[in-house]
C-alpha cells in the first residue's frame, strides 16, 4: 500500500501567512535590533589577547547569523514556490541589506583576528574555549589578509546589494518573466521554463523537440537582456578580484571548497582521459532512437516505453525503503521529512525551476523544493535532496559555525543517497528492458557530471578570461557554449544547446561562483563513499555521519585521507571512481545488443 505524502511543503510553522506573515516581520525588526548590537559589539571588538573575548563574540555571531539565515531560507521558499508573489521579492531585498550589514560587521572582527600576533594566535587556538573553532577561527584569520581595507570592503559590500546581487535578482526575475507555449498530448499548454524543462525526458521526440525549440527561441528573444545580465555579473566579480590583487578566477572558488588547484585539475585531467565510454554510450542511445548522433534536446529521452513511471508517494515509499536498507538514522530521519511536509514536490504553474534544499538553523528544520512529474529521474533528485537535508541534520551536534561545508562535499552526501536509491531500482528490475532503462537512469547522472558539468566549467573558465577584455556579446556568448558542449562531449552531439549559459541559473549565482566542478567533484568522491558502505554494510552509517560532521572542520584533501584513506590529488582515486561508471555504461551497451 502506497503511502500517502504531502506534495505541497508546510510553511506556516516556520512563520505563519506567508509573504504577508507579522511573525516574519516581526522576526525582521527583532534581527534587525540584535544585528545593532552586533555591529556594535563588532565595532568595539579590539586585537583579541584572551580567549573569552573571542568566544563570547562567537555566541554572538552565531545567534544573528541563525536569525539572518532563518529569514532568508523562509523568504527563498515562498519566492521558489511562487514567482508571481511581489511581496515576497520585496522581502528578499529586506533580508539581502540584513545579510550584508551582518557580513561588513562580521568582516571587523575577522580583521582584528588578522592583527592578533602569531604567538599569542597559536595561545588563544590552544585554548580550551577556542580548539573546536581552530579551524574556521583559521579560515577567518587567512581570509582577513586577503581582503582589502575594512572601508574598502564595506563599500563593495554596500554597493553590491544594487550592483552585484541586484543583477542576479534581476536573472530570476528574466525567468519568471518568461514562459513558452507547447503542445503535449494534444493540449497547448502554457509552461513556465521549469516545466518545459521536465518535458526533456518525454516519451515523443516531437513534443521534446517542440519545448527545445519554443525555449530556445524565448532565450533568443532576451538573449540581450541575459547577456548584459551574465556580463555586469561577471564584471564585478572580476573589479572585485582585481582590486583585491586575485589574478585567478578559480582562487575564490577554490578556496571556498576548500581544496587545492592540483585536486581539481587532475580531477578532469582523469575525466577527459576517460570519455570515450560515455561518448559511445551516446552513440548507442542515438541508435537505439533511430539516429547516427544523438541531438541536445534527445539526452533525456526515454528509450523504451517501458519506463517506470511513479506517483509521489510511490517514490518517496521507494526511498525510504532503500534507506532503510543502509541505516536507520537516514530512513527515518527521510520518513519523518516526508510525512511533515519539508517537501514541496507538486506540479504546478509560477513554480520556480530546478530542485534545492535549504537549512532553516533556527527550527532545526529543512525544506526541499523539486516538481514531480512521475520519472525515475524526479525519484532520483528527491533522494539527492533528502541527502542534502541528512547532511545538515548530521551536523546538528556540532557548534553552528562549525557547521558550514563547502559544496563540492554537499554534493556527496546528496549524490550518495542518490546511489542508494539508483543502485537498488537497477537490482531490482523485472524484466530486461526495466534494468536498461533504469541503467540508463544511472548512466545519465554520469554523463551529467563527466560532460554537462564539465561543458559549464570549460564555459565559464573562457568566459571569465575574455570579460578581462570587456563586454562578451551574446553572439560570442553562444559560441564559447557550442565549443565547450562539443568538447566536454568528445564531439558525439549533432546539436548543442547555444543559450545553455542563459537558461542555467548557476552561472548567476553571486554566493558561490563556479557553481559547477563542485558537482562532479562530490559524485566521484560519493563513489568512494559508497563503495566503503557496501563494503561494510548497515554498519558504516555511523562512520558515514562522523564523515558529515568533519565535512566543516577540514580541507576536502584530509577529509579525504582521514575517512577514506585516500590522497585526492592522485588521479588513481579519481580513475576508480569513474571505472564504476564505465561498467553501468558496459553493462548497457551489451544488454541494448541483446536486445537488438
Not at 561494510?536 to 566543516?552: I, P, S, V, W
Amino acid at each position: 500500500m502506497t503511502t500517502i505524502y504531502p506534495e505541497v511543503w508546510e510553511l506556516d510553522s516556520l512563520f505563519q501567512g506567508g509573504s504577508d506573515s507579522a511573525e516574519l516581520k516581526k522576526h525582521l525588526e527583532d534581527t534587525d535590533q540584535k544585528l545593532k548590537s552586533f555591529e556594535q559589539a563588532a565595532e568595539q571588538f579590539e586585537v583579541p589577547t584572551q580567549a573569552v573575548q573571542i568566544a563570547e563574540f562567537i555566541e554572538q555571531t552565531a545567534a544573528v547569523s541563525v536569525d539572518v539565515r532563518q529569514a532568508g531560507a523562509y523568504i527563498g521558499c515562498l519566492m521558489a514556490q511562487n514567482t508571481e508573489d511581489k511581496p515576497a521579492a520585496l522581502l528578499q531585498s529586506e533580508q539581502a541589506l540584513l545579510r550584508s550589514r551582518f557580513q561588513s560587521a562580521f568582516l571587523k572582527f575577522k580583521q582584528a583576528l588578522m592583527a592578533t600576533e602569531q604567538t599569542v594566535w597559536d595561545e588563544l587556538l590552544a585554548s580550551d574555549s577556542l580548539t573546536e573553532f581552530a579551524f574556521v577561527l583559521e579560515e577567518w584569520r587567512q581570509e582577513a589578509k586577503r581582503l582589502l581595507s575594512e572601508k574598502e570592503e564595506g563599500l563593495i559590500t554596500d554597493l553590491g546589494i544594487d550592483g552585484y546581487h541586484a543583477w542576479s535578482e534581476l536573472y530570476d526575475l528574466l525567468i519568471v518573466s518568461t514562459n513558452v507555449d507547447v503542445e503535449v498530448d494534444g493540449q497547448l499548454k502554457t509552461l513556465s521554463v521549469g516545466q518545459a524543462n521536465n518535458l526533456s525526458s518525454h516519451k515523443e521526440a516531437a513534443v521534446r523537440k517542440q519545448a527545445y525549440d519554443k525555449l530556445e527561441e524565448a532565450w533568443t528573444e532576451k538573449e540581450e537582456l541575459f547577456a548584459k545580465t551574465l556580463n555586469s555579473l561577471a564584471g564585478f566579480r572580476l573589479q572585485m578580484y582585481d582590486k583585491r590583487g586575485v589574478e585567478n578566477v578559480l582562487e575564490e572558488p577554490l578556496r571556498m571548497n576548500r581544496m587545492k588547484q592540483e585536486t581539481l585539475d587532475v580531477m578532469w585531467q582523469a575525466i577527459s582521459e576517460h570519455k570515450q565510454p560515455f561518448a559511445d554510450y551516446l552513440t548507442r542511445k542515438a541508435q537505439i532512437l533511430g539516429k547516427d548522433k544523438i541531438a541536445w534536446h534527445d539526452i533525456d529521452a526515454p528509450i523504451s516505453e517501458n519506463s517506470q513511471q511513479f506517483d509521489y508517494g510511490q517514490g518517496a515509499d521507494f526511498i525510504v525503503r532503500q534507506f532503510s536498507k543502509f541505516g536507520p538514522e537516514l530512513e527515518q530521519f527521510s520518513r519523518h521529512a516526508l510525512e511533515n511536509g519539508w517537501v514541496e514536490a507538486e506540479d504546478r504553474p509560477y513554480k520556480m525551476p530546478g530542485g534545492f534544499c535549504t537549512s532553516l538553523p533556527k527550527s532545526e528544520e529543512s525544506r526541499i523544493f523539486m516538481t514531480f512529474s512521475g520519472s525515475m529521474s524526479n525519484v532520483a533528485t528527491l533522494a539527492h535532496e533528502l541527502g542534502h537535508a541528512f547532511h545538515t541534520y548530521a551536523l546538528r551536534p556540532a557548534h553552528y559555525l562549525n557547521r558550514s561545508y563547502a559544496m563540492n562535499v554537499a554534493e556527496t552526501a546528496s549524490t550518495f543517497a542518490e546511489m542508494i536509491v539508483a543502485d537498488a531500482a537497477v537490482k531490482n528490475a523485472e524484466t530486461t528492458q526495466e534494468k536498461i532503462s533504469l541503467l540508463e537512469d544511472k548512466i545519465q547522472r554520469s554523463v551529467a557530471f563527466f560532460m554537462n558539468i564539465h561543458a559549464r566549467f570549460l564555459f565559464e573558465t573562457r568566459f571569465y578570461e575574455e570579460r578581462k577584455n570587456g563586454v562578451v556579446p551574446a553572439s560570442r556568448l553562444n559560441e564559447l557554449m557550442e565549443q565547450a558542449q562539443q568538447e566536454a562531449f568528445a564531439g558525439g552531439l549533432s546539436s548543442t544547446h547555444p543559450h545553455f549559459w542563459a537558461s542555467k541559473l548557476h552561472f548567476y549565482i553571486t554566493d558561490v561562483p563556479f557553481y559547477n566542478f563542485p558537482y562532479t567533484f562530490g559524485y566521484v568522491f560519493s563513489l568512494s563513499v559508497y563503495a566503503k558502505a557496501l563494503e561494510e554494510g548497515q554498519g558504516f552509517e555511523e562512520k558515514y555521519m562522523a564523515l558529515l560532521r568533519d565535512t566543516a572542520i577540514m580541507s576536502t584533501e584530509d577529509l579525504a585521507m582521514k575517512h577514506l584513506g585516500e590522497d585526492i590529488t592522485q588521479k588513481a582515486f579519481w580513475e576508480k571512481g569513474i571505472a564504476l561508471c564505465t561498467q553501468d555504461v558496459e553493462e548497457f551497451i551489451k544488454l541494448t545488443a541483446e536486445e537488438g
